[in-house]
């Protein structure tokens, strides 16, 4: 009975999870083709149906992004803190300190004093010696 209403698989019916899975899915790189064989579907079905998601994916998760990190600071986690005002550039958070330099004896500090010894009673430098042989 072709043509009957009972007759075919139902339409498709696309939720808010599966919008969400497809723009998470493209905003991270997986080509249509890999999206559609994660979501169990045919290339032509997820162009038809999430055409508009597909286009907008990088924008949308970025900005959900940017507003749950927004919301963790706002609920004082300290990380999520750091890392908005890093992001913002406000505050250079999580530099690396140069490492101390390391600490040396008496003996090593009194070779470098005596060569910072520079009056009339200094132990003058030894001569360069050029020699041509020509």
């Given at each position: 009975?072709?043509?009957?209403?009972?007759?075919?698989?139902?339409?498709?019916?696309?939720?808010?999870?599966?919008?969400?899975?497809?723009?998470?899915?493209?905003?991270v790189g997986m080509s249509i083709?890999?999206i559609a064989e994660a979501m169990?579907?045919?290339?032509?079905?997820?162009?038809?149906?999430?055409?508009?998601?597909?286009?907008?994916?990088?924008?949308?998760?970025?900005?959900?992004?940017?507003?749950?990190?927004?919301?963790?600071?706002?609920?004082?986690?300290?990380?999520?803190?750091?890392?908005?005002?890093?992001?913002?550039?406000?505050?250079?958070?999580?530099?690396?300190?140069?490492?101390?330099?390391?600490?040396?004896?008496?003996?090593?500090?009194?070779?470098?004093?005596?060569?910072?010894?520079?009056?009339?009673?200094?132990?003058?430098?030894?001569?360069?010696?050029?020699?041509?042989?020509?």
């Amino acid at each position: 009975m072709a043509g009957n209403e009972n007759s075919g698989r139902a339409p498709y019916e696309p939720t808010d999870a599966d919008r969400e899975k497809v723009r998470v899915l493209k905003a991270v790189g997986m080509s249509i083709e890999a999206i559609a064989e994660a979501m169990g579907l045919a290339v032509n079905t997820l162009k038809k149906y999430f055409a508009d998601d597909m286009e907008i994916a990088v924008a949308k998760v970025t900005a959900e992004m940017w507003m749950a990190r927004y919301e963790a600071a706002k609920d004082h986690k300290i990380p999520a803190q750091n890392k908005m005002l890093e992001q913002l550039g406000a505050v250079k958070v999580g530099v690396p300190r140069q490492p101390a330099a390391p600490k040396i004896g008496k003996k090593e500090q009194q070779k470098i004093a005596a060569k910072k010894v520079g009056n009339k009673f200094a132990v003058p430098e030894a001569p360069r010696l050029v020699i041509d042989n020509k």
